[in-house]
Every structure is written in C-alpha cells, then in structure tokens.
C-alpha cells in the first residue's frame, strides 16, 4: 500500500481529525467490463483543510469525491471523516455538496432551496441561521426570489448555502463554478475563500483549473491518468486571505508552474 501523503494544515486549526484515506481503490464493474477508477489513494489532511485535486479527465477525481460523500463505496481501502465512515457522517447530515449544476429545484424560492437540507432531515430552519447564511454567500434580498430570477453566479451561491445549511464538517465541491464566465468564476472563488475562512469547514474541491486550485487551497493533490493514482502533493504556502493582488504574485506563478509540470509529465493517454 503506498504511504499516506501527509498534509500541513493551517495553524490554527485543529489538528484532531480530519481527512484520512488509506489505500483507496475503486473498480466498477460493467457487464464484463472492469474499470479501475482509481488505485491505492492515501491521503491525510487536518480538520479545516482546503484540499484540491486536479489531474487529466477521466482520472477519477469525482470518484474520490463521491467516495468522500458516499454515493460510492472504495472496493478497498479505508475512508474516515474526523475519526467517522463518509456513511456515518452522512446520516448525521455532516456532508454539504455543490457540483457543477447548481440543481435548483425551479418552484421553490431561494430561501426554500436552501433550507431544503433541513427539510429532508425534518429540522426546523432557524430563521436567524437562514438569514445569516444568505447573507454570508451574498444574497441577501434575494431569499424569496425564484432560481429562474438568478443569473448563474447567484444559483452556485444558492446552492452552495444549501451545502452549508446543516453545518457541515466537510464540503465537498466539484468544478461548483465551471460553467460560468472567468470574472464571475474568480469572484465567487474570493468569496468561496472567505466563508471557508469564516466556517473552517474541511473543505474537498475537484477543479480542472490549476490557478482555481492554487488560489484556494492549501494543498492540491495532482493525479495521474487513471487508473488515478496520486503524482503529487503540492503544499500551497501563499499567506491568507487571498486576494486579487495574489494573482500577481511570482510565487503564485511559480506554483502553478510547478503544479502544471507534474499534469504535462504525465499526460492522459500517454
Ligand atoms: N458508475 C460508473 N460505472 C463505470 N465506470 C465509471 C463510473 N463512474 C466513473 N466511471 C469511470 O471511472 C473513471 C473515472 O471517472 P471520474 O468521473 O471519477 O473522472 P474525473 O477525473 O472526475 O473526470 P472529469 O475530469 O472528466 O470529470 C472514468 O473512466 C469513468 O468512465
């Protein structure tokens, strides 16, 4: 089994917990077709990390990620959330998810999406929690306002208030903003930054872009074609919070050339 790659977290947070998989390998099976998604992925990181995971189409990234959320289970291998199974986390509802589509339901108002979490596991919204988090993602006015009255940028801010609904311990987050422009897309990313700052949720983004990857986290794991494997562990040591100024930054270039060397090394196909 390969050795767990080690993530440093930040400082102030706690080192108890956090992300723990070991020799995780997923093969589906297809008829008589076997298809290894991915092989022997070990990985730690402290509560409240911000971990990213790039690599070339097809390597298994969402597979991680929907072994993480557990709508998919590891062949082999060992997953644990803050000392919990992914499934055990789930049904305390600790797992908020936000994808590329923000998957709005379109008759219910904003304010009804979001609660929707709560819904589903018959808790009473706390008004003042509600208000609070509209307010955190920016949506503020918009609460009673139908999905269809929202421009792109506004449903990913909806639904990642519904992914923070319940509180979560962890986030997971695939490509939430890849269908919108890049000025919107690098605005949400600033303030995706700042309620990870403002929660200290352990947070999982699968991203195709390497600048989006190095902006927000702290470390970005790189995967190989599959069957995905881990390439890298690069640790993002930029100091927070992040700012359009970062972008500047020689050392924000030298990571992103570094990161973009270790895909271009080991192209898919290949
Ligand atoms: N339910 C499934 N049944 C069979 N094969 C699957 C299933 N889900 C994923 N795969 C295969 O596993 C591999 C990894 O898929 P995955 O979606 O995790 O890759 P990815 O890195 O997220 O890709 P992309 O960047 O294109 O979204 C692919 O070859 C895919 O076809």
């Known amino acids: 089994m390969a050795a767990a790659q080690t993530l440093p977290g930040r400082p102030d947070k706690d080192d108890q917990g956090g992300l723990d998989l070991s020799g995780v390998t997923k093969t ?23 971990v990213g995971i790039i690599g070339p189409s097809g390597c298994g990234k969402s597979t991680v990620l929907r072994m993480l959320a557990d709508l998919d289970t590891p062949t082999s291998g060992t997953i644990s959330v803050n000392g919990a199974a992914p499934r055990e986390l789930r049904s305390q509802h600790g797992i908020g998810v936000a994808f590329q589509d923000a998957g709005l339901l379109p008759w219910r108002s904003v304010e009804a999406n979001i609660t929707l979490p709560l819904q589903v596991s018959r808790r009473t919204p706390d008004p003042h929690d509600v208000a609070e988090l509209i307010d955190l993602v920016g949506l503020s006015g918009f609460g009673k306002s139908r999905p269809s009255r929202l421009s792109g940028g506004m449903r990913q801010r909806a639904a990642l208030a519904r992914a923070l609904i319940n509180h979560p311990s962890l986030l997971l987050l695939d490509e939430p903003f890849g269908a919108l422009d890049d000025l919107t897309r690098q605005r949400l990313n600033f303030e995706l930054q700042r309620m990870w700052l403002d929660r200290g949720t352990t947070t999982v983004l699968v991203t195709h872009s390497i600048s989006e990857a190095v902006l927000l986290c702290d470390t970005v794991v790189v995967m190989s074609p599959r069957p995905g ?9 930029l100091p927070r919070p992040r700012t359009a ?23 898919a196909g290949s």
């Open 28 to 50: 589906f099976h297809d008829g008589k077709q076997h298809v290894e998604a991915v092989r022997e992925f070990s990985l730690t990181a402290p509560k409240g990390a911000f």
């Open 229 to 237: 494997t881990i390439s890298k562990v690069v640790t993002i040591d």
């Open 245 to 267: 100024a970062t972008l500047r930054e020689p050392k924000f270039h030298e990571l992103c050339d570094e990161l973009s060397a270790v895909l271009f090394e080991n192209p």
